[in-house]
Every structure is written in structure tokens, then in C-alpha cells.
T-cell receptor, first 113, second 111 residues
Framework: DTAVSQTPKYLVTQMGNDKSIKCEQNLGHDTMYWYKQDSKKFLKIMFSYNNKELIINETVPNRFSPKSPDKAHLNLHINSLELGDSAVYFC????????????FGDGTRLSIL | QKEVEQNSGPLSVPEGAIASLNCTYSDRGSQSFFWYRQYSGKSPELIMFIYSNGDKEDGRFTAQLNKASQYVSLLIRDSQPSDSATYLCAVNAGGSYIPTFGRGTSLIVHP
């Protein structure tokens, strides 16, 4: 049973398109996260939700919009994709916010042509 | 600005040796410290976490925290080629929801 699952695993698309990435966790955790890992492997937090409420919104272009329909799901929609958006996007969850270890999904590799 | 520093490596050790990975952090109020392992092309996987000064052992892994000197280390005893990966240090400041990750240290264990 996959604890944190993301779809799709790979996403290849053209500049200017709109795309979504979905994430689901079956761990019963209250908190979910989106991270971006660039080509230099730096893992940077983008957003976090706790019980469907946004608690972290880092300096991210407003083309990125997260949505949490319930505490087990956190989706990421990206409008008007740009070349610089190419990266691996990881979803993660933790029992609660703050000082908790995180469980990561397998990642979505986004490539912009 | 909260910073977490790691030597990017690669750190190369022979099989069976002890690998020592270090991480320093800038925020003196930091309270939680995590080590994640990331194999190439895979997602980060939690190895250890530590909240209190001192050592915490789990199998071949030992995390060492020294808050006065603001560093946290990960020791891997009896290193195996399967330990070859990038090790990410993550630090949560007190009261912060935001973990700050270091850029990771690449470890290579050669037979």
C-alpha cells in the first residue's frame, strides 16, 4: 500500500500550458506539503496545508495554486507553464505541522518543452 | 534567514568503514532535526530524527546533536554500497511550520 501517492509520475508539456498534479496520502496525517526540487537537488518548500487550511505559502509565483479538498488530498495546479518550472515536485505528509518527520511521495518529474 | 549547511561531497568511504555526515544550522532556536536519504531518481526517505542534545542510535545509524555548537551529525557504521545516496539534513526552528533543508551530501561507499 503506497502511503503518499502522486500522479502523474512524469509530465511533459509545452510552455504556456496548464497542468495539475494530484497527491493522496493514506497515513491519516493532518498536514501535507508541496516541495520543488531543482536540477541542483535543492529541496524547497512551496505550500503546506493542515486539515485543509493553508499554513505555509512561500514565495511562489501565483501561477501555482494548491487545493486541498480534504486532509488526505493536496493537488497542485500550475497555469501558463514556463521553462523554469521544470523540476521534480514532491508531495509529503506529516502527522501534524511543525516538528514532525515527513513522508514523501515518489515525485512528479515536470519537463517543459 | 535560516540556513542549513552541508558539504556537498562526494564523501567516499570504503565498505565497512564509518561514514560521518555533518550539518550546521544558523537558527539557535531550532528544535527538530531530521536526516533523510535520497537515492538518485527517488524521493527522500526519513532515516532519523532527533530533538535533544546527545546521541540517538537506530541500528547502524547514530544521530548526534550539539545545540551549543549548532551542528547535527549522522554516523553510519559498517557502511555498505547500498548506503550510497544523498543525505539531506532538515531543521525546524522552534514554532516554525517550515522545515529548512540543506543541499545534501553525496555519499559513495565503494567495495
Amino acid at each position: 500500500d503506497t502511503a503518499v501517492s502522486q500522479t502523474p509520475k512524469y509530465l511533459v508539456t509545452q510552455m504556456g500550458n496548464d497542468k495539475s498534479i494530484k497527491c493522496e496520502q493514506n497515513l491519516g496525517h493532518d498536514t501535507m506539503y508541496w516541495y520543488k526540487q531543482d536540477s541542483k537537488k535543492f529541496l524547497k518548500i512551496m505550500f503546506s496545508y493542515n486539515n485543509k487550511e493553508l499554513i505555509i505559502n512561500e514565495t511562489v509565483p501565483n501561477r501555482f495554486s494548491p487545493k486541498s479538498p480534504d486532509k488526505a488530498h493536496l493537488n497542485l495546479h500550475i497555469n501558463s507553464l514556463e521553462l523554469g518550472d521544470s523540476a521534480v515536485y514532491f508531495c509529503a505528509s506529516s502527522p501534524g505541522p511543525g516538528n514532525q518527520p515527513q513522508h514523501f511521495g515518489d515525485g512528479t518529474r515536470l519537463s517543459i518543452l | 534567514q535560516k540556513e542549513v549547511e552541508q558539504n556537498s561531497g562526494p564523501l567516499s568511504v570504503p565498505e565497512g568503514a564509518i561514514a560521518s555526515l555533518n550539518c550546521t544550522y544558523s537558527d539557535r532556536g531550532s528544535q527538530s532535526f531530521f536526516w533523510y536519504r535520497q537515492y538518485s531518481g527517488k524521493s527522500p526517505e526519513l532515516i532519523m530524527f532527533i530533538y535533544s542534545n546527545g546521541d540517538k542510535e537506530d541500528g547502524r545509524f547514530t544521530a548526534q546533536l550539539n545545540k551549543a555548537s549548532q551542528y547535527v551529525s549522522l554516523l553510519i557504521r559498517d557502511s555498505q554500497p547500498s548506503d550510497s545516496a544523498t543525505y539531506l539534513c532538515a531543521v525546524n526552528a522552534g514554532g516554525s511550520y517550515i522545515p529548512t533543508f540543506g543541499r545534501g551530501t553525496s555519499l559513495i561507499v565503494h567495495p
